[in-house]
């Protein structure tokens, strides 16, 4: 886990916890963004609607992530009422999210092509390393997120992509509720079971990024 690095190598964790910070910072922000272009205030009205980590970082969603790498970041608060679009207006918003990790990603694996392909620097460079962990961070955020359990941000999709007649389902299984120990379940499950698919398909994801961006 990314904790260890702090006594082995103190440098590479605080590359580390930038790239954490980053990948959460413009992931939450943009969710604030999206909102606020659908009509709703509620993010803005609560300083949710800018750059700075402090607004978006949750303390114990971080560490967690420092130690077992598995966390979250305060989710950005939006009241549909006051959306322009009632039905996929929430789709959009949570949609901002994963695809401005999708974005960053693009946008640091090029630089990192750029450097790798002109052999501008080494490839133990730490700011060779930082771009690696800023892609593979936002990968992972993005890709974890678009899984339809609430309240990860694929699950407003879902629910805006369901026709209204089964509206009622949402309610009557109350995924608002229990998705969040869903998702921790199946987190301890594969991490501890020998299972594994979470880090096999990060594994993978790692790898196809790397090969194709350098």
Not at 49 to 58: A, E, G, K, Q, V
Request: glycine letters at 8%.
């Amino acid at each position: 886990m990314l904790i260890t690095l702090l006594f082995s190598d103190p440098f590479l964790f605080v590359v580390g916890v930038a790239a954490i910070i980053y990948a959460i910072t413009v992931h939450e922000f943009s969710h604030a963004l999206v909102g606020r272009l659908e009509g709703d205030s509620t993010a803005e009205h609560m300083g949710r609607l800018t750059l700075n980590p402090l607004s978006h970082i949750d303390v114990w969603g971080f560490l967690l992530i420092l130690i077992i790498g598995f966390g979250w970041g305060k989710p950005v608060p939006f009241n549909p009422m006051f959306l322009k679009h009632r039905r996929w207006g929430p789709a959009l918003i949570s949609l901002a999210g994963p695809i401005s990790n999708i974005v960053s990603l693009v946008f640091f694996g090029l630089i990192l092509k750029l450097i790798s392909t002109s052999s501008l620097l080494e490839p133990t460079n730490y700011l060779v390393i930082f771009l690696q962990w800023l892609i593979l961070l936002n990968a992972i955020l993005a890709l974890f997120n678009l899984i339809p359990i609430p309240p990860l941000d694929g699950s407003k999709l879902l629910f805006s992509a369901l026709p209204r007649t089964l509206g009622a389902i949402r309610l009557q299984m109350d995924m608002e509720r229990y998705g969040p120990i869903l998702i921790i379940g199946l987190v301890v499950i594969d991490s501890f079971s020998g299972i594994s698919i979470f880090g096999s398909l990060f594994n993978w994801l790692q790898h196809t990024l790397f090969t194709f961006f350098t």
